[in-house]
């Protein structure tokens, strides 16, 4: 038997090895190259997710990987580690490496949206009751397991490097704190930024880009380019709460849209809406790593979103906040690179990506552009330049490209662990998709559980978890939690979940 | 005639000796007194400002000044030499120093406003494209003088240690840059900002402050908290443009209500415009060093100000940015300071006082804590903590005193200059307010000479400064000129303000 596998093992080896040639040619095209350890890993994982190799299968030996690959023992044997790090093979003393079958078979994802569904009236959001009645009952008890926090932990962020280029920017600009800021933010930033963008198939200017304080000043000033307190704003189902307090806040109603947990926003839908209510004045659209769905929309949505949006006259507000957090180091897509007429408003942030103490968004305004450089001169004045100096040197280095190769290693092993546990704790009719990318995982609870009951109940063991219902104006997403997976999985954060498995399955006292 | 001088003099001196003493026992009460010999050049100021010593007299000689205060040589010489950087006295050859009379004696101030005209109606602003169109064109033009920029030098503040203090920061805090940022604002600075506004004679805990992006920011939330588009809010007439800006970007509608060069807003004029415009939504004002004005509101008009928006039921709004450059070390007390109801929002700024590339701001909420607090967070989520650390650790300690004295000298001495200037040079009528503090002059040309004109040209001989018809929506100010004194005054400056004065003095070409 064993000898039957590996025979086949060996001739799958072979158009592996072909397949993987060409990829590394490929690679060389890239600027930042991955290890040599990280291109091989990853191209037996393309053949594990193809099913090139199936599971319980054994992986050819670290010694043939060395023979023929030309590789040394470490390397091929760092690449073993880190495909049984993101859960793909295991390794059986005395046998060599074996392929998983592949996860959370036993979970089924989220069910689809209704498209056709009768919308709400666009509603006032109400939101920032539960968010304040969500922030004050965290802040009542103490936490030890924190999954309602949409960031990973200090350490897998690089801490030390811009610490030094903080001292750096200090010491090469002397003046910096004392001066006066140049407008629309640092130039040398606006340029990297402008660069970096490329490669999401953004075509923009340094001048088009402007820094801000997050991306939710971003959104902020792109909705008081586009539109006007009282109107309507077409938002994705369930959307992020942080939106709805935005719109709120601005007065403006929330038209929530059906939104696939696999494919984001149902354009469909969105056409319907445009029909039935005629008083869109804009959408915001997450389209890659949705918050709190995770989903991606498919390139082709994208393109005709972009289209929908051109043809009703209607803004489309982007926020691309976990873009950059993909599984593979291929860049996603915008959806401002289908943009062709200065329609799409592209806001980002590297809050999730780099820094989640700097505050630092950016924008790039399309055209609106000098309605919201005036909107951020008078809120706030151009952003304070040194963190913004420094971070132009990181993001300028490949530095940065090996910082985000990193932090998406270490978020895709965190969800995969974290589904794991859900999947094999939560109780029956639970359901779950598990994305690609980004750091939040979205759950359904089965028969109608509500998400309040348990946020509060969690709480009270020093366990935080968002509830569903901040994620919408209505109740739909009321037995729906938000589990973040940023925190590094220890057996307490194991523990943690269980506990909260557990009180998923409570029946809630009525 | 000399003797009889020295006699009179002697006499004074007693008097001047008993009011000194118990001066000094005062400044003990103080946490940070002043070096002695500023003590002892204060109170001879005081002296000649009231005329105890009058122009021409001669001033007690250095050696009578060691002996009567029991100080050192040098002590007494730096008295003297402040004194006379000061334009207070002379030195005269072998013979001493001298009072010298009141500068610009030969300029007037500039006249007070009708307060009985009858008010416009509340407008939609305009002044976006008349900023536009004056920031558009200094951008077209290389600068060699800057009257327009209200900053001082990067120089005037403390750059070094402000560095320093980011390094310390950066070092004690090392996961600053990639943590989660504390809401309202880092816990430190708010109380060392809390601790400060007792000098100002505010009460607040530092759970009610609430750290902005400069004073800007403060103000966009005050009147987010208070007014809706739409709504009228009672501004000074001039005001400051940023604030005009901030409204026309709020929708909201400017009434401005006349406001004297000497004592500020009038309260009587806003007494009427509540009974003639039932829809005053608040009242915002710089009650310290009002920009362009620079006239500080005597403390009775700040308390009937308080007042009278209390019984009206209207929010009053204060800002606060210039309050700390008085050019005495004595704090000017808030108009918030004789809030008790909660009535008054607080919004000050370390963007003048501390550092310009900072753009720190805050506020106190008074009765609209929750709701601004709510409006910061969806705005622009809380500030990132590095430089409030390092900025709450400067302002916490003695350093900061020993600044702000020196900043305020730097800037007094700035403006006298500038000030004498003007009045040795700018054509007769010409009228001028020279305040106590801040670094901005008022100036009113004879003639109707257009401010605007005035601007483009200056503009083509590289001299910047800031056209009368950016403070207002309507055509009052078009012959004011806002100079600010934050340039030192070098041969070059004297030199660009004279030429400034050859052209305020052409006839305009038709």
Request: glycine share 6%; with cysteine.
């Amino acid at each position: 038997m064993q000898i039957l596998d590996f025979l086949a093992v060996m001739v799958y080896f072979a158009l592996i090895c072909a397949y993987l040639h060409s990829n590394l040619g490929e690679h060389d095209r890239h600027m930042d190259p991955q290890p040599l350890y990280l291109r091989l890993a990853n191209h037996y994982r393309r053949a594990i997710q193809a099913g090139v190799l199936a599971p319980a299968q054994r992986m050819p030996s670290v010694r043939t990987l060395v023979r023929t690959h030309h590789v040394s023992l470490s390397t091929a044997l760092q690449a073993c580690r880190q495909l049984e790090d993101d859960g793909l093979i295991e390794a059986r003393p005395r046998s060599g490496y074996f392929v998983l079958k592949p996860r959370r078979s036993s979970i089924p994802p989220v069910g689809e949206p209704d498209i056709r569904q009768t919308l709400g009236a666009a509603q006032y959001v109400g939101i920032h009751d539960r968010v304040s009645d969500f922030v004050a009952k965290c802040e009542a008890h103490p936490v030890s397991a924190n999954f309602a926090l949409a960031a990973a932990v200090p350490e897998a962020y690089p801490m030390e490097a811009l610490k030094q280029a903080m001292t750096r920017a200090l010491r090469q600009s002397p003046q910096v704190l004392v001066s006066s800021v140049p407008p629309q933010g640092h130039p040398e930033l606006r340029t990297v930024l402008a660069r970096r963008a490329l490669a999401n198939g953004i075509n923009a200017t340094p001048d088009d880009v402007i820094v801000t304080h997050g991306c939710i000043e971003a959104l902020n000033l792109a909705l008081r380019a586009v539109a006007r307190p009282g109107d309507t704003i077409a938002v994705e189902s369930p959307a992020y709460f942080g939106l709805l307090q935005v719109l709120e806040s601005l007065g403006m109603r929330a038209l929530e849209i059906p939104t696939s947990p696999q494919h984001g926003l149902s354009i469909e839908a969105l056409d319907l809406a445009f029909q039935t209510h005629g008083n869109i004045r804009a959408v915001v659209v997450v389209p890659n790593f949705q918050n709190p769905l995770g989903c991606v929309m498919p390139e082709a949505e994208k393109a005709r979103l972009v289209a929908l949006c051109e043809r009703q006259q209607v803004p489309l507000i982007e926020d691309d906040t976990y873009g950059a957090l993909t599984d593979d180091d291929t860049p996603l897509p915008a959806a401002k690179s289908w943009d062709a007429t200065g329609n799409v408003i592209y806001c980002s942030s590297m809050h999730k990506t780099l820094a989640p103490g700097m505050r630092l968004g950016w924008l790039i305004g399309g055209r609106w552009k000098a309605r919201i450089a005036m909107l951020k001169f008078a809120q706030s004045r151009p952003n304070e330049p040194l963190a913004q100096i420094a971070v132009a040197e990181f993001m300028g280095s490949r530095a940065y490209d090996r910082h985000l190769s990193r932090l998406r290693r270490h978020l895709k092993a965190q969800r995969d662990q974290t589904a794991e546990t859900i999947a094999a704790h939560f109780p029956p009719g639970t359901r779950l998709s598990v994305p690609q990318g980004g750091m939040l995982l979205w759950v359904e609870m089965p028969g109608g559980r509500s998400g309040m009951d348990v946020f509060e109940t969690a709480l009270r063991e020093g366990i935080r978890v968002a509830p569903g219902s901040m994620f919408s104006n209505g109740t739909r997403y009321d037995h729906f939690l938000r589990i973040s997976c940023g925190q590094r999985t220890t057996p307490d954060i194991t523990q943690a979940l269980q506990t909260l498995a557990r009180i998923v399955a409570e029946r809630p006292k009525k």
